[in-house]
């Protein structure tokens, strides 16, 4: 299967602050996901995205498929952002995630 | 209208013991998937299903077996649990393409406490 690693691992930032999170493959991929887990548990998905940018609010994320990565953009972070992020391959397989604290 | 739902949300149970958790999808999907996340928060992937036909099926010990009675249903059932068993165990489901698989919706897990 593919492997996808995801950078960095923890990430601690204060309230207003911007962030790139990273995900790399080991192959090229024809589609991605990036999920939110929350302190409560809940996987909410944030993007599906085979490549080019899309835009959710403050979220926004771009794949480069031929580059075999993908960047998730969280600005103006607000403490609600917290929890662990994910990337996920077309195989269902996932990156380690990264824990993103957001300070008051 | 839950998309994936995952019965039961806590399951607490002794060692030796068989238990089951159930999974169903309301979203016309015809992959679905089960997950286990360690301490770690490590998403492990352990089976995927395709119109009830094992795909993927991961190193993960013979004493887990998924059933998959109909493709909006996957059941997960462990035999002999043991201590390490304890994690969240997730389902999610997706629509497989022609070239690319739709989106993934995952249910909101099942916290099973081996003791």
């Known amino acids: 299967g593919i492997q996808v690693e995801q950078s960095p691992p923890d990430l601690i930032l204060q309230e207003g602050a911007n962030s790139t999170l990273r995900c790399n493959f080991s192959?090229?991929?024809?589609?991605l996901q990036w999920f939110h887990q929350n302190p409560w548990g809940q996987l909410i998905n944030l993007f599906y995205i085979p490549s080019g940018t899309k835009q959710n609010g403050r979220l926004s994320a771009t794949t480069v498929a031929t580059e075999r990565y993908s960047l998730l953009y969280i600005s103006s972070s607000q403490t609600t952002d917290s929890g662990v992020y994910f990337c996920?391959?077309?195989?269902?397989?996932f990156g380690a995630g990264t824990r993103l604290t957001v300070k008051p | 209208d839950t998309a994936v739902s995952q019965t039961p949300k806590y399951l607490v149970t002794q060692m030796g013991n068989d238990k089951s958790i159930k999974c169903e999808q309301n979203l016309g999907h015809d992959t679905m998937y089960w997950y286990k996340q360690d301490s770690k928060k490590f998403l492990k992937i352990m089976f995927s299903y395709n119109n009830k036909e094992l795909i993927i099926n991961e190193t993960v010990p013979n004493r887990f077996s998924p059933k998959s009675p109909d493709k909006a249903h996957l059941n997960l059932h462990i035999n002999s649990l043991e201590l390490g068993d304890s994690a969240v165990y997730f389902c999610?489901?997706?629509?497989?393409?022609?070239?690319?698989?739709?989106?993934?919706?995952f249910g909101q897990g099942t916290r099973l406490t081996v003791v």
């Open positions: 999610a489901s997706s629509q497989e393409g022609r070239t690319v698989n739709t989106e993934a919706f």
């Open positions: 996920a391959a077309p195989d269902m397989r």
């Open positions: 192959d090229s991929v024809n589609n």
